[in-house]
């Protein structure tokens, strides 16, 4: 059985034919719309990577942005414990609310995007509404760290530096600071032709300490929940 036919036959399909579906942006988990899905809206979505849903004003079947440009584009699909619900994890491209909000659930003159939608379809690259940074998903990477805790070391590198203790994650942390100040300098002083490939530089050698850093966190036995709400009494000071 293919997965698509799978997903499909877990769903609780009801006496309509539909379920609703919550669309979320991956990047931060905004809750951006409610609307429903039908197995055929379901199937065009799995297929094309866009989401499609069922109009009960219309009673067709509707691809998010059609008009305005302001698609959908799919992550991830998950069903609920009871089948009778779809949550699509998706990036949108500009507003997803026909206001020209970020969401349907913002005030009308909330987070709206700079352009209206009748300019024109977003550009597939970028989103015109303001997006969160995706810090959200720093929760799966804490997860899977805690996780190997007690792990074989010989069987994930974050076990062998959480069994390392404090010298081992720590030391690293360093290392990793330094080759920080090293790829910003250089990307400081890059030509326009070489940035990219700085910034791509940059860009790793971040994800590599951030990754380090809660490593060291977790080896302390200190929960980044603590550390972010140094960051929140720090704000409001």
């Not at 905004?30 to 009673?59: I, K, N, P, Q, W």
């Not at 987070?111 to 379809?121: H, I, V, W």
Request: hydrophobic fraction near 45%.
């Amino acid at each position: 059985m293919s997965p698509k036919r799978a997903l499909a036959d877990a769903v609780a399909w009801g006496a309509d034919g539909l379920v609703p579906a919550v669309v979320q942006d991956v990047a931060d988990g905004r809750v951006l719309m409610v609307a429903y899905v039908d197995a055929e809206a379901l199937a065009e979505t799995m297929a094309t990577g866009e989401v499609h849903f069922h109009s009960r004003s219309r009673d067709r079947l509707w691809r998010k942005g059609e008009t305005s440009g302001n698609v959908l584009r799919l992550v991830e699909v998950d069903v609920d414990c009871d089948g009778d619900a779809l949550l699509l994890a998706v990036n949108p491209v500009g507003p997803t609310c026909h206001r020209g909000t970020r969401s349907c659930f913002d005030a009308a003159d909330e987070d709206r995007a700079p352009a209206a939608q009748t300019a024109g379809p977003a550009p597939a690259t970028e989103s015109a509404a303001p997006r969160g940074q995706g810090f959200e998903w720093l929760e799966t990477l804490w997860a899977t760290i805690d996780s190997r805790a007690g792990a074989d070391p010989t069987a994930s590198y974050t076990a062998r530096l959480l069994a390392g203790g404090v010298d081992v994650s720590a030391r690293k942390v360093a290392e990793e600071a330094v080759e920080v100040l090293m790829a910003a300098k250089d990307d400081a002083a890059a030509t326009p032709e070489r940035r990219p490939g700085t910034r791509d530089a940059l860009a790793g050698e971040t994800a590599d300490l951030l990754y380090h850093t809660l490593v060291m966190l977790r080896e302390r036995g200190l929960q980044p929940s603590e550390v972010i709400a140094r960051l929140r009494d720090r704000h409001k000071a």
